[in-house]
Every structure is written in structure tokens, then in C-alpha cells.
């Protein structure tokens, strides 16, 4: 299963995961942070498939536009696999790193997926 929890798990060792499951959370987030953040990391499925409008309300503002926004399809119930090239490419348009669809993949390449993602995202900021 895909989620904060594998998120976390996924990611102890290079970062610390502040999660949040609404967009005013998020944001929240954004504003009160006390140390830079190094990279956002938001799912199809974050705060009832709102992340398109995250990621354009971040993109949007001078003070975290600069911050890497990296989307994932983590669960395949979330988005039909025929439509993952589309949302990939709005993604990509609105600013976003990269869509990973790590949805139907084996456990442990899901993992390395992911993990490759993150690290180069990380390796650019």
C-alpha cells in the first residue's frame, strides 16, 4: 500500500517527512517552516485529488515556486494506467519534476523507483 506511511519508510535516512493531507495543511506547512524545505511530494490522490491545484498555487508563489514538486500515482484505483501520460505531461507543464507511477509496480522496484526519483530531485536542489 502506498501512502505517508511509505513514504516515511521509504525516506527516513535522507529526509524528514512533514505530512499533510489537505491542501490548507500544506500550505500551512510551506508557511510556517522553520528550516528550508528540499522538496514537495504530493499524490493523485492528496486532499480528494487536489494536487494539480497544489502544485499550480505553488508554482504560483514567488516564495516557494523554487521548491522541486515531485507527483506519484501510488495507487492504481486513483487514475486510469491510460490517462498516467497525460497527467504527466500537465504535471510536467505546470512545473513539476516529474509524474512517477510507481501504482502497479513490485514492491521493491516501486521502492527503487521512487527512491531514484527523489534522489535526483534532491541531487537538483
Same mark, same amino acid.
Given at each position: 500500500? /502506498? /501512502?505517508? #506511511?511509505?513514504?516515511?519508510?521509504?525516506? +527516513?535516512?535522507?529526509?524528514?517527512?512533514?505530512?499533510?493531507?489537505?491542501?490548507?495543511?500544506?500550505?500551512?506547512?510551506?508557511? !510556517? %517552516?522553520?528550516?528550508?524545505? #528540499?522538496?514537495?511530494?504530493?499524490?493523485?490522490?492528496?486532499?480528494?485529488?487536489?494536487?494539480?491545484?497544489?502544485? !499550480?498555487?505553488?508554482?504560483?508563489?514567488? +516564495?516557494?515556486?523554487?521548491?522541486?514538486?515531485?507527483?506519484?500515482?501510488?495507487?492504481?484505483?486513483?487514475?486510469?494506467?491510460?490517462?498516467?501520460?497525460?497527467?504527466?505531461?500537465?504535471?510536467? +507543464?505546470? /512545473?513539476?519534476?516529474?509524474?512517477?507511477?510507481?501504482?502497479?509496480?513490485?514492491?521493491?522496484?516501486?521502492?527503487?523507483?521512487?527512491?531514484?526519483?527523489?534522489?535526483?530531485?534532491? %541531487?537538483?536542489?
Amino acid at each position: 500500500a /502506498g /501512502g505517508v #506511511d511509505s513514504f516515511d519508510a521509504r525516506l +527516513e535516512d535522507v529526509l524528514d517527512l512533514i505530512p499533510s493531507h489537505s491542501r490548507a495543511d500544506a500550505w500551512l506547512v510551506l508557511e !510556517q %517552516a522553520e528550516a528550508d524545505i #528540499d522538496l514537495i511530494i504530493s499524490t493523485i490522490a492528496f486532499d480528494d485529488s487536489r494536487m494539480v491545484d497544489f502544485l !499550480q498555487a505553488v508554482k504560483a508563489d514567488a +516564495e516557494f515556486s523554487h521548491i522541486p514538486f515531485l507527483c506519484a500515482r501510488v495507487l492504481p484505483s486513483i487514475l486510469a494506467d491510460h490517462l498516467v501520460a497525460h497527467m504527466r505531461r500537465v504535471c510536467t +507543464e505546470l /512545473g513539476a519534476v516529474d509524474l512517477i507511477d510507481v501504482a502497479n509496480l513490485p514492491r521493491e522496484k516501486a521502492n527503487s523507483v521512487f527512491r531514484t526519483a527523489v534522489d535526483a530531485c534532491l %541531487a537538483k536542489h
